[in-house]
C-alpha cells in the first residue's frame, strides 16, 4: 500500500540517513520504499526539506554532498565535539597541499605538469598519500612518450571537503595564490609551515646527535625499521614544505605571476574537513 503520511515518510527518510555509515544518494532514499509503497518523488522532496528545516534549532544539519546527504555537527560545536576523538586530524605538508590544489583545478593532470608550475619536484609519496586517501585517482594516460598517467580527484574528495560538485570550488581568478586556495579549502598553511619548520629543526638535531655517536650512519641507516623510515620520508616532506614555504615567501614577483597565469587558463574546472563534520 502507498505511504502517504508524510511524517511517516519523514521519519524513514532520518532514520535512514543516521543510520547510514555513507551520504545516501536519492536513489538509495527511494529504495528504501518498496513499489507499492512509494509515496512519490514529492512527498521525499518534501521530507528531506521538512527535515532540513527541522535541524536549524538542532546540534546538526542535513548536508548534501556529492555522494548524497548526511547528517554533520555544526562547525560552530566543533570545540566540544571534537574531544570525543583522541586522534587528532593528520597534518599534511603544504607540498602535498599544493599538489592536491593543483589536481583540483586542473584535472585530468600529469604529474609532470604539476612539477611544471610548482617548479619543484613531486615525490611519489606525494602521490602515494594522496591516492591512499582516496581523494584522486588515476584516470587515463596523456597520449604523448611515456604515456604519463593522468590524475584527477574522486567522489571521496569531494565529499570529505563538503562539495557537490568540483564547480562549487571558488573561481581562479577570486585567487591570487595558493595559500588562498588552501584558506578555501579549509587548510591552514601558516600552521603547517611552523609545524613543518620545527620538524626539520628537530630532525636537523637529530641527525647531528646521532653523527656525533656514531661514526658510520651508513651503516646505521642500513638497520633502520621501516618505522625509522617511515620517519625519514616525513622530515623529507618537512624540509620540502619548509622549502616551498620559502619560496611562496619571497618577492620573486614573476614566479607567482606565472603561476596565477597558469592556474587561470582552466575553466569551468570539474578541498573544509574537521572532525566536526563527520558523519553521524
Given at each position: 500500500?502507498?505511504?502517504?503520511d508524510p511524517v511517516l515518510v519523514k521519519n524513514i527518510c532520518e532514520a535512514?540517513?543516521?543510520?547510514?555509515?555513507?551520504?545516501?544518494?536519492?536513489?538509495?532514499?527511494?529504495?528504501?520504499?518498496?513499489?507499492?509503497?512509494?509515496?512519490?518523488?514529492?512527498?521525499?522532496?518534501?521530507?528531506?526539506?521538512?527535515?532540513?528545516?527541522?535541524?536549524?534549532?538542532?546540534?546538526?544539519?542535513?548536508?548534501?554532498?556529492?555522494?548524497?546527504?548526511?547528517f554533520q555537527v555544526k562547525q560552530d560545536l566543533s570545540t566540544w565535539v571534537?574531544?570525543?576523538?583522541?586522534?587528532?586530524?593528520?597534518?599534511?605538508?603544504?607540498?602535498?597541499?599544493?599538489?592536491?590544489?593543483?589536481?583540483?583545478?586542473?584535472?585530468?593532470?600529469?604529474?609532470?605538469?604539476?612539477?611544471?608550475?610548482?617548479?619543484?619536484?613531486?615525490?611519489?609519496?606525494?602521490?602515494?598519500?594522496?591516492?591512499?586517501?582516496?581523494?584522486?585517482?588515476?584516470?587515463?594516460?596523456?597520449?604523448?612518450?611515456?604515456?604519463?598517467?593522468?590524475?584527477?580527484?574522486?567522489?571521496?574528495?569531494?565529499?570529505?571537503?563538503?562539495?557537490?560538485?568540483?564547480?562549487?570550488?571558488?573561481?581562479?581568478?577570486?585567487?591570487?595564490?595558493?595559500?588562498?586556495?588552501?584558506?578555501?579549502?579549509?587548510?591552514?598553511?601558516?600552521?603547517?609551515?611552523?609545524?613543518?619548520?620545527?620538524?626539520a629543526e628537530a630532525a636537523g638535531e637529530t641527525v647531528n646527535a646521532s653523527?656525533?655517536?656514531?661514526?658510520?650512519?651508513?651503516?646505521?641507516?642500513?638497520?633502520?625499521?621501516?618505522?625509522?623510515?617511515?620517519?625519514?620520508?616525513?622530515?623529507?616532506?618537512?624540509?620540502?614544505?619548509?622549502?616551498?614555504?620559502?619560496?611562496?615567501?619571497?618577492?620573486?614577483?614573476?614566479?607567482?605571476?606565472?603561476?596565477?597565469?597558469?592556474?587561470?587558463?582552466?575553466?569551468?574546472?570539474?578541498?573544509?574537513?574537521?572532525?566536526?563534520?563527520?558523519?553521524?
Amino acid at each position: 500500500m502507498k505511504i502517504e503520511d508524510p511524517v511517516l515518510v519523514k521519519n524513514i527518510c532520518e532514520a535512514a540517513i543516521l543510520a547510514a555509515d555513507h551520504p545516501l544518494s536519492r536513489r538509495d532514499i527511494v529504495a528504501l520504499f518498496d513499489e507499492l509503497e512509494f509515496p512519490g518523488d514529492e512527498m521525499i522532496d518534501n521530507a528531506l526539506k521538512a527535515i532540513e528545516e527541522e535541524c536549524e534549532t538542532r546540534g546538526f544539519y542535513l548536508k548534501k554532498v556529492s555522494s548524497g546527504y548526511r547528517f554533520q555537527v555544526k562547525q560552530d560545536l566543533s570545540t566540544w565535539v571534537s574531544r570525543l576523538w583522541q586522534e587528532k586530524t593528520p597534518r599534511y605538508s603544504r607540498a602535498l597541499l599544493e599538489t592536491l590544489a593543483l589536481v583540483a583545478y586542473r584535472q585530468p593532470i600529469t604529474r609532470g605538469e604539476i612539477e611544471e608550475v610548482r617548479g619543484v619536484a613531486v615525490s611519489s609519496h606525494i602521490i602515494k598519500t594522496l591516492q591512499e586517501r582516496e581523494w584522486v585517482k588515476v584516470v587515463g594516460h596523456r597520449e604523448v612518450p611515456g604515456r604519463p598517467a593522468m590524475y584527477a580527484t574522486t567522489k571521496e574528495f569531494l565529499d570529505y571537503f563538503n562539495l557537490q560538485s568540483i564547480s562549487e570550488l571558488p573561481p581562479l581568478a577570486e585567487l591570487r595564490d595558493l595559500s588562498e586556495i588552501g584558506k578555501e579549502l579549509g587548510f591552514d598553511f601558516d600552521a603547517i609551515e611552523a609545524e613543518a619548520k620545527a620538524a626539520a629543526e628537530a630532525a636537523g638535531e637529530t641527525v647531528n646527535a646521532s653523527g656525533e655517536e656514531n661514526a658510520s650512519p651508513v651503516a646505521e641507516s642500513a638497520e633502520q625499521s621501516d618505522g625509522e623510515q617511515t620517519v625519514v620520508e616525513d622530515i623529507g616532506d618537512a624540509e620540502a614544505a619548509k622549502e616551498a614555504s620559502v619560496e611562496q615567501a619571497s618577492d620573486d614577483a614573476d614566479q607567482a605571476e606565472a603561476l596565477v597565469e597558469d592556474l587561470s587558463d582552466i575553466e569551468d574546472a570539474d578541498v573544509q574537513h574537521s572532525e566536526a563534520t563527520q558523519s553521524i
